[in-house]
């Protein structure tokens, strides 16, 4: 094996998004585990390295407890965590092990139980009874959160669309939600979807107002999931049967950057020069253009995030993203399909498992495996995240010539 | 300012300067680069340099993002808007304030300028004090 070693998708799995009040974190990574094994018609010997994701579980779910579970094979296992963008880090992470030649195939796993659970932000003021008293790097005398503007996810990615529209000299704000009704549109025929119910353009407008100009369906969903993927190595598939190297999905090019430092990055969190950056080596990597690509899967955590990635990921010319999917481009039957699986809007958003979900949606579609939604004679797919803070991973899969 | 205000005053972020003249944001500025940051710094994160001058922000700007937040975490009185404030190149987050929190009243790109507010006092009888900005009426174009 060489630093050039190809790696490949063997076997991956995700389970139905949703809510699974009688099982625990551990059970469902389990589940996606298993079936991803069973996928790629290997067991947890045949694996060399696990990397697995879990942020809200306080460790509950470690890559050992779910090995616990699932075959204590004493492999090294990294516990991973990259915000929004854990699940491809766990990826991206058996990517570099099987690269670097230490290992042959190695198990990526996320998983998270957040059903239930409420915004997903800062809260509390402080308490001036106490006393001010300066805390922190801002000296701040009290919390921050809705006195400087705002640090929940909502209002966050709402000023990253809005931005968008400023930059470039708009000022319809319509096509957030019209993002929306695509992605509702979509689930409709995606079974493991969260939600799989459509919206029309006016229910999403008309939905509870979140952080203006999102509403509540063009907020990603809370849910419970996890998914899992077994990579091998090209020089180790090529031993392997006609039917595992027919399935094989390879993994053309694996980024992931963090944000590099402009000015205001500070203030808000720049979710467009990373995504900018690790698509522009992602397309290097793998000799793919944007026109090449069959479907896209990238992070629509809210819709105003999905119309900058547009343009970020390359899929229309700058500025152009707007236009872009007016002209129905980013719709299931356009020119390039974004988030035929509904997107984290209505697939939903159990952060860690979310990374690998995104791979197995491009990889089900390059499998011809997709039903009802199968993207026809797909051949090529990029699968994109982004966790705040920030991280971007961005993969580019391409069906087995085999 | 009053000089007794400085007793019973306090900023509610450091980078706030209630005592130098007209109340205003002082960033630190990389020596060696011209970056602006408002947090405690150890190095520049543009170019790793370590030496900073305090510089005054402008205290005019213009609007280049918001959210109006209708849901936020505990004890955050909601709606408010959400603003990020180019002022003069150096970019500022803050709530946009004295305007309503409706999409009718707020638009990107509109002049706003800095203005402070009281938070109340503590037990002590120290007052502290905020900014944000408010839509600057002179300068609306719209
Ligand atoms: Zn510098």
Redesign the interface.
């Known amino acids: 094996m060489s630093a050039s070693e190809e790696v490949w998708v063997l076997g991956i799995n995700m389970t139905k998004f949703g809510k699974y009040p009688d099982l625990d974190a551990v059970d469902l990574a389990a589940n996606a585990v298993i079936a991803a094994l069973a996928d790629g018609g290997v067991t947890m010997k045949d694996i060399g390295v696990v990397a697995a994701g879990n942020l809200l579980g306080n460790g509950a779910a470690s890559g050992q407890n779910v090995l616990k579970q699932v075959g204590q094979t004493g492999v090294p296992i990294y516990n991973v965590s990259n915000a929004c963008a854990t699940g491809a880090t766990a990826i991206r992470t058996v990517v570099m092990a099987i690269r670097a030649g230490e290992v042959d195939m190695g198990l990526a796993v996320g998983v998270e139980k957040l059903s239930g659970v409420g915004l997903l932000g800062p809260g509390g003021q402080g308490n001036k009874d106490a006393g001010w008293e300066p805390k922190g790097r801002y000296g701040a005398v009290g919390g921050i959160d809705g006195r400087l503007g705002t640090q929940a996810m909502p209002g966050v990615f709402a000023q990253v669309g809005m931005e968008y529209l400023h930059t470039y000299g708009q000022t319809d704000v319509s096509v957030f939600a019209r993002i929306s009704e695509k992605n509702h549109s979509h689930s409709t025929l995606n079974p493991l979807a969260a939600y799989n119910k459509a919206m029309t353009y006016d229910q999403i407008i008309n939905d509870v107002m979140i952080s203006y100009p999102n509403t509540r369906p063009m907020c990603s969903a809370n849910c419970d999931g996890a998914a899992a993927a077994v990579l091998v190595s090209g020089s180790k598939l090529k031993t392997m049967s006609l039917e595992q190297r027919r399935r094989a999905v390879k993994i053309s090019a694996s980024v992931l950057t963090s944000d590099p430092y402009q000015e205001a990055c500070q203030v808000l969190p720049d979710v467009n020069t990373l995504t900018r950056n690790a698509a522009k080596i992602a397309y290097e990597q793998s000799g793919v253009g944007p026109a090449d690509l069959d479907l896209v899967e990238l992070h629509d955590c809210f819709a105003t995030a999905e119309l900058v990635h547009y343009d970020n990921l390359g899929l229309c010319a700058p500025g152009e993203a707007v236009s872009f999917f007016e002209s129905g481009a980013p719709w299931r039957d356009g020119k390039t399909p974004v988030n035929v699986s509904g997107g984290l809007q209505s697939k939903g958003h159990p952060i860690s498992a979310t990374g690998i979900a995104n791979v197995w949606e491009i990889c089900h579609h390059l499998r011809g495996e997709a039903g009802p939604r199968q993207i026809e004679g797909a051949k090529v797919g990029l699968a994109h995240v982004i966790g705040l803070g920030s991280a971007c991973g961005v993969h580019v899969l391409e069906k087995s010539s085999v | 300012m009053t000089n007794n205000s400085t007793a019973t005053q306090?900023?509610?972020?450091?980078?706030l300067e209630l005592n130098d003249g007209e109340p205003h944001l002082v960033a630190h500025e990389c020596r060696s680069c011209g970056?602006r940051?408002?947090?405690?710094r150890n190095l520049c994160?543009?170019c790793s340099g370590a030496e900073f001058k305090s510089v005054a922000v402008a205290t005019h700007g213009t609007?280049?993002?918001?959210?109006?937040?209708?849901?936020?975490?505990?004890?955050?009185?909601?709606p408010?808007v959400?603003?990020?404030v180019d002022c003069d190149?150096?970019?500022?987050?803050?709530?946009l304030i004295n305007c309503d929190p409706t999409?009718d009243a707020v638009?990107?790109?509109m002049a706003v300028r800095l203005a402070t507010y009281s938070?109340?006092?503590?037990?002590?009888g120290?007052e502290?004090i905020?900014y944000g900005f408010e839509p600057d009426l002179g300068k609306e174009t719209r």
């Not at chain 2, 940051?37 to 405690?40: A, E, I, K, M, Q």
Request: aromatic content about 14%; overall charge neutral; cysteine-free.
């Open positions: 306090i900023p509610f972020v450091g980078y970056a940051f408002f947090d405690r994160a543009n609007l280049r993002s918001f959210s109006i937040v209708a849901f936020a975490g505990p004890g955050v009185e909601v408010f959400a603003a990020l190149g150096t970019t500022v987050r803050g709530n999409p638009h990107l790109g938070l109340g006092a503590d037990s002590n120290v502290a905020n």
